[in-house]
């Protein structure tokens, strides 16, 4: 069976293209993973390996990947799927990394205990890529040693990601993950620049969330 490409679990992000009333809650967000054929003559490549540190973490850099093919928007992100680390009272960790200019990068953090998503953070920090060994670490939250994901003679680039400490709950300092890279059709909500989100009741969601403790945001 192939792995599930679409998801919507995504956390913290809201539509472009949906039309909301003023009080609705913001929808969720479709992550799609990056899957390719791996054949040459289409342009697609499985090759991850032969790419450079900076060319592979292309695959992963957060830009509007959907205008350029003519679609709607869809950004590329990386995120957690179908392996994730376990904490200590048995809930799931997700990640949702967004690699930004200058370094920069906004980590989305949450837990998933049954149906019930807890712990909603957003960590702002810093990134860097090892030129020889193509890892890609993000200051207070891991690194990720680059990984080929394989379905059914599909492939993606992805990272196997190990975290460096306990964003929330006990369990998480040492466990494993891993990220694919993938697109997503919502917009990222940059808690330090919160005037570019064009979108004034997600600034507003976002800003109630934070206010009540729903979401945290941590500086790294």
Same mark, same amino acid.
């Given at each position: ?17 949906a039309?909301?009333?003023e009080?609705?809650?913001p929808?969720?967000?479709d ?8 054949g040459?003559g ?11 540190a ?10 509007d ?9 869809r ?15 048995? $809930?799931?960790a997700? /990640?949702?990394?967004?690699?930004? @200019?200058?370094g #920069? ?7 998933v205990? *049954?149906?019930?998503v807890?712990?909603e953070?957003?960590?702002v920090?810093r990134y ?8 890609l ?14 379905d059914?003679?599909?492939c993606?680039?992805a ?6 400490g ?10 494993t993950t891993?990220v694919?890279a993938?697109?997503?059709s919502?917009?990222l909500? $940059?808690?330090?620049? /919160?005037?570019?989100?064009?979108? @004034?009741d997600t #600034?507003?969601w976002?800003q109630?969330?934070v206010?009540? *403790?729903k ?6």
């Amino acid at each position: 069976m192939r792995i599930l490409e679409k998801l919507t679990a995504a956390v913290f992000l809201v539509s472009v293209g949906a039309c909301v009333a003023e009080d609705a809650a913001p929808p969720e967000a479709d992550n799609e993973l990056d899957w390719r054929a791996g054949g040459k003559g289409d342009g697609q490549t499985c090759e991850f390996d032969a790419q450079s540190a900076t060319t592979y973490l292309n695959n992963f850099l957060y830009k509007d990947v959907g205008s350029e093919t003519g679609g709607g928007h869809r950004y590329r992100v990386g995120f957690t799927f179908d392996r994730r680390a376990i904490l200590a009272n048995g $809930d799931t960790a997700e /990640l949702t990394t967004y690699l930004l @200019p200058a370094g #920069r990068a906004i980590v989305e953090y949450s837990e998933v205990h *049954g149906n019930e998503v807890k712990n909603e953070t957003v960590v702002v920090s810093r990134y860097s890529v090892d030129a020889t060994t193509r890892a890609l670490k993000i200051d207070g939250v891991g690194t990720g040693a680059p990984a080929t994901a394989n379905d059914n003679g599909r492939c993606a680039p992805a990272y196997d990601f190990t975290y460096a400490g306990n964003l929330r709950t006990a369990g998480l300092d040492g466990g494993t993950t891993r990220v694919y890279a993938g697109t997503t059709s919502a917009i990222l909500v $940059d808690p330090d620049h /919160l005037d570019d989100v064009p979108y @004034p009741d997600t #600034r507003r969601w976002f800003q109630e969330d934070v206010a009540s *403790g729903k979401i945290v945001v941590i500086h790294k």
